[in-house]
């Protein structure tokens, strides 16, 4: 069991909202029963594994995590990381493209990035954006030594900041779980095992 207890008072509760919906999202679009799922997590905490896992066994994963068939994976979402992504505005352009996928009518995987809790809300702006949907959140949690060994192995600096990193995205999205579905689960090996 993961013991974060008083963390969420470590923050003072400030606005988690977003601003207004993207300029193609239209009145009708707004009525509709799509799903939109993000995938959060520190860095090196398998949220691209998940999702290639997803791509390869979707059945099995599917049920466990509850999650719908034929399954919308958004590649900018993927893409638009790091490198390849120059500033954080770049990653805004993510609501014009979701926008447009769900038209589709199909649940929509998203790659989230602590840029998109933190300073883009762009999570909130598309539940704004698409108040009839169904948003969730699955936050993958990582054993804090092996995280950190993960950290050390990618090369990233300060492995020893690996842990706060997680907690503090914790806490963000505990925030959001009166407006999303958040789905807490072990990431420390392939099982995805809930922590709720």
């Known amino acids: 069991m993961v013991e974060w207890a008083g963390l969420e ?5 400030k606005s988690i ?7 193609s999202a ?3 679009d707004m ?4 799903e939109f799922i993000w995938i959060f997590g520190t860095s090196c905490a398998g949220k691209y594994t998940l999702i290639r896992s997803i791509r390869a066994n979707g059945n099995f994963l599917s049920q466990r995590l509850n999650l719908k068939n034929n399954i919308v ?13 120059p500033t954080n505005e770049t990653r805004n352009i993510l609501l014009d493209v979701l926008t447009k996928i769900e038209k589709s009518n199909k649940p929509i995987l998203i790659k989230g990035q602590a840029v998109d809790l933190y300073t883009n ?4 702006k598309l539940h704004m954006s698409f108040p009839n949907a169904l948003h969730r ?10 995280l950190r060994e993960r950290w050390k192995h990618r090369g990233r600096e300060n492995p020893a900041n690996a842990e706060n990193a997680q907690k503090e995205q914790f806490v ?7 407006k999303f579905d958040v789905t807490y689960l072990n990431s420390t090996d392939i099982n995805y095992i809930s922590l709720k």
Do not use: H
């Open 9 to 13: 008072n470590r923050y003072a509760r």
């Open 31 to 34: 009525e509709t029963t799509s």
């Open 172 to 178: 963000f999205i505990k925030m959001l779980e009166g």
């Open 137 to 146: 959140i699955l936050f993958l949690w990582v054993d804090p030594e092996k």
């Open 17 to 23: 909202g977003g601003s207004n919906p993207p300029a």
């Open 121 to 124: 809300n762009l999570p909130q």
């Open 26 to 28: 239209k009145e009708s």
């Open 73 to 85: 994976v958004c590649e900018e979402s993927l893409n638009l990381v790091g490198d390849r992504c």
